[in-house]
């Protein structure tokens, strides 16, 4: 679907104040085109806070400006950064007061930062931990987790990314995708770190990766609900849309002359 999982644990000795602490970034790339505006909206369900990151040269687009009113619907947190301000033709006064107007913050709020020079990326980590609130959810209710991703392995089935909004789920517990109405045996679920890191339990709050043995990718929909079967059963997480997936193509004649014979064959 093209959204990929960039999860990882890092330290940051060189921020004061939160020396020796140890934060879990889960992070969420999700794709800006529009025909995948639904997947987006259940990736911005997941989260608390999302990093609203413009050209400093070409300004807001379009299709960030979609996404940007997607993460306001979901309440997030924005964090507005302007990137590679080292580019020559960079105007990041101009496009700073355009994000402060757009968002109702501060010009002096908008981050600038450089990924080329790394200017700039001790304010993002630090916007984030300052201003993004921690996960809300009660633990000790039944288990409600939405599904956001999922990808396919050769070897293991379909490995499901979800976040725990309510509840806990260990290996070894019986799940039932709501949507579906299906129950699969846990056989695995943990964390990521850039790579898998397997765990006996993850709890509410957490982002991880669950497999079950699921060898058909039609059984994990985007947006779906997971609880445990042995719970009282909870509600569906609201927004889940059944998807229809699309391909696109380009289709040319090998011959530019007959470009007008190909319209009407189409036709």
């Known amino acids: 679907r093209g959204i990929?999982?960039?999860s990882q644990a890092v330290r940051l000795p060189w921020i004061s104040g939160?020396?020796?602490q140890e934060y879990i970034l889960n992070m969420i790339d999700t794709p800006g085109h529009v025909d995948?505006?639904?997947?987006?909206?259940?990736?911005?369900?997941?989260?608390?806070?999302?990093?609203?990151?413009?050209?400093c040269a070409q300004g807001i687009e379009a299709q960030t400006l979609a996404n940007l009113y997607l993460a306001m619907e979901n309440n997030l947190t924005i964090i507005p950064v302007l990137n590679k301000i080292d580019l020559p033709n960079a105007q990041p006064e101009k496009f700073a007061q355009e994000l402060a107007n757009l968002i109702g913050c501060k010009p002096e709020d908008v981050i600038l930062a450089s990924a080329k020079t790394g200017e700039g990326i001790e304010g993002i980590l630090r916007g984030i931990i300052d201003r993004v609130p921690p996960p809300k959810g009660n633990p000790n209710?039944?288990?409600?987790?939405?599904?956001?991703?999922?990808?396919?392995?050769?070897y293991r089935g379909i490995e499901t990314y979800f976040k725990v909004v309510n509840g806990r789920l260990a290996k070894g517990d019986r799940v039932r995708f709501v949507s579906t109405g299906k129950d699969y045996g846990v056989?695995?679920?943990g964390t990521l770190k850039l790579s898998q890191v397997p765990k006996k339990v993850i709890k509410t709050g957490d982002v991880g990766y669950l497999i079950t043995g699921i060898k058909d990718a039609k059984d994990v929909k985007v947006g779906d609900t997971i609880t445990l079967v042995n719970e009282e059963s909870m509600p569906a997480i609201e927004g889940f849309e059944e998807v229809k997936p699309m391909v696109f193509a380009g289709i040319y004649p090998v011959d530019t002359d007959d470009y007008e014979d190909l319209r009407s064959s189409m036709e």
């Open 4 to 6: 990929t999982i960039k």
């Open 187 to 189: 056989e695995e679920v």
């Open 18 to 20: 939160i020396d020796g």
């Open 141 to 154: 209710s039944p288990l409600q987790a939405l599904i956001f991703d999922s990808v396919f392995n050769p």
């Open 36 to 55: 995948f505006t639904y997947e987006v909206s259940r990736s911005l369900a997941a989260c608390e806070g999302a990093v609203l990151l413009v050209d």
